[in-house]
């Protein structure tokens, strides 16, 4: 089954601190991994795929096989990083990836 | 460019009511997807399409819930006799291609009373 999990509902960090929200996945084969974000009245936007090997905003993610993990970090957290964030994945892009399979969501919080 | 759009921005209907929830994606982007958000939880994958026809139609709850995209481009979801349970913020997203980014719009929050 297709499952991913966010372990922490809600996470708070002080600004200038290092953040580190947590994925796990669950799939059969190699999916795509994403992680999405949310702020404060806005939609749902891509932060960064695993593909692109990207570092947006400061945040960067390593896919993790052996742990099925793909944790978001970031080395100082600043007060704009307050959202919502979101980890999903698709099927491999190779097979046209399709729908996402999103976790719960952690919601971050910085404090100045 | 305008981004992905979706009316109403709020429904609220009564139990056993018939809703449409429509979806106008990015222009020229072949593939478009209906999520649904239930309070507290993430998307959830209900109907993906590419052009007009439905490649994966796997996530809609049960018969109830159907949608279309006749011409290619805006889409319509279509909920047959709610219950309290499908209350949720319905998401729609669009992509150039299936493999490109999914661009979400800012969603249908409905509320069955």
């Known amino acids: 089954a297709q499952r991913v999990t966010q372990p922490e509902k809600l996470l708070s960090v002080f600004k200038g601190a290092p953040v580190e929200l947590k994925c796990n996945y669950s799939?059969?084969?190699?999916?795509?991994l994403f992680w999405y974000v949310q702020y404060s009245r806005q939609r749902l936007q891509l932060l960064l795929r695993h593909i692109s090997r990207e570092s947006i905003k400061g945040f960067t993610a390593d896919l993790n096989k052996g742990e099925t993990s793909f944790h978001l970090k970031k080395p100082f957290a600043q007060e704009e990083d307050s959202a919502m964030y979101y980890c999903a994945l698709s099927g491999p892009i190779i097979q046209g990836a399709q729908k996402l399979v999103f976790g719960q969501g952690t919601r971050l919080t910085i404090n100045p | 460019g305008a981004g992905v759009s979706q009316t109403p921005s709020n429904k609220v209907t009564e139990k056993g009511k018939y809703v449409e929830l429509r979806c106008d994606p990015i222009?020229?982007?072949?593939?478009l997807y209906w999520y649904r958000q239930s309070l507290g939880q993430g998307p959830e994958f209900l109907i993906y399409f590419q052009g007009t026809g439905a490649a994966d139609d796997s996530g809609l709850p049960n018969d109830r819930f159907f949608a279309v995209r006749p011409e290619g481009s805006v889409s319509t979801l279509k909920i047959q006799r709610t219950e309290r349970g499908d209350s949720a913020v319905y998401l729609c997203?669009?992509?150039?291609?299936?493999?490109?980014?999914?661009?979400f719009g800012p969603g249908t929050r409905l509320l069955v009373l």
């Open positions: 997203a669009s992509s150039l291609t299936r493999e490109e980014t999914q661009y």
């Open positions: 222009s020229g982007h072949t593939a």
């Open positions: 799939y059969s084969g190699s999916p795509e």
